[in-house]
Nanobody, 124 residues
Framework: QVQLTESGGGLAQAGGSLRLSCAASGRIFSGLNMGWFRQAPGKEREFVARITWNNGATLHTDSVKGRFTISRDSAKNTVYLQMNSLKPEDTAVYYC?????????????????WGQGTQVTVSS
């Protein structure tokens, strides 16, 4: 079993920055692909970014490309989401995820483990 604990959410102004962190515990961190999803009120949970365990390959959804960056520190069993140039439409609960699968990682169904979520609110 893998436990994921997010931190770093909060309130930011449009154009500002926040960095989310997700600490993994339990089973070994290596071999786990890590990702971030978000869910705004009244909307479905959507893919934000992912990073693979074997070569660190990243993928970001189009709406955050050039503004958000996912990264990982395997020594600390931690994955990060650096969010710059925030927009009000980035307001959502952000969830950290983990899976050993490589299939269809933009789908929430591909991910086995989820954190409790952290709220990000961006004011205009």
């Amino acid at each position: 079993q893998v436990q994921l604990t997010e931190s770093g959410g909060g309130l930011a102004q449009a154009g500002g920055s926040l960095r989310l962190s997700c600490a993994a515990s339990g089973r070994i961190f290596s071999g786990l692909n890590m990702g971030w999803f978000r869910q705004a009120p009244g909307k479905e949970r959507e893919f934000v970014a992912r990073i693979t365990w074997n070569n660190g390959a990243t993928l970001h959804t189009d709406s955050v490309k050039g503004r958000f960056t996912i990264s990982r520190d395997s020594a600390k069993n931690t994955v990060y989401l650096q969010m710059n140039s925030l927009k009000p439409e980035d307001t959502a609960v952000y969830y950290c995820t983990a899976t050993r699968s490589f299939i269809n990682l933009q789908s929430s169904g591909a991910w086995d483990y989820w954190g409790q979520g952290t709220q990000v609110t961006v004011s205009s």
